[in-house]
């Protein structure tokens, strides 16, 4: 094969890229940056104590259920 019949396809590419970016920015909200600040700050928010699955609500639970069970062999 020669290089005079090798298909140049970087335009094409470029094109491409450029209609995906479009795309990409009609989809977006007007306000995507407040969004995406809100998204990350619930992400980095610390987790109550309380919440299911913590390890201090876990630790809690245990240590009722050893309390009400050393209770219950006392009497």
């Known amino acids: 094969m020669d290089s005079d019949e090798q298909i140049?396809?970087?335009d094409?590419?470029?094109g491409y890229a450029a209609r995906q970016l479009v795309i990409a920015r009609l989809g977006a909200p007007a306000n995507w940056q407040d969004e995406l600040r809100e998204t990350l700050a619930a992400q980095r928010?610390?987790?109550s104590p309380w919440t299911k699955g913590s390890d201090t609500r876990l630790f809690l639970e245990s240590?009722?259920?050893f309390f009400v069970a050393t209770m219950m062999f006392l009497i």
């Open 63 to 65: 240590f009722a259920i």
């Open 45 to 47: 928010a610390i987790p």
């Open 12 to 14: 094409r590419l470029r």
């Open 8 to 10: 140049d396809i970087r």
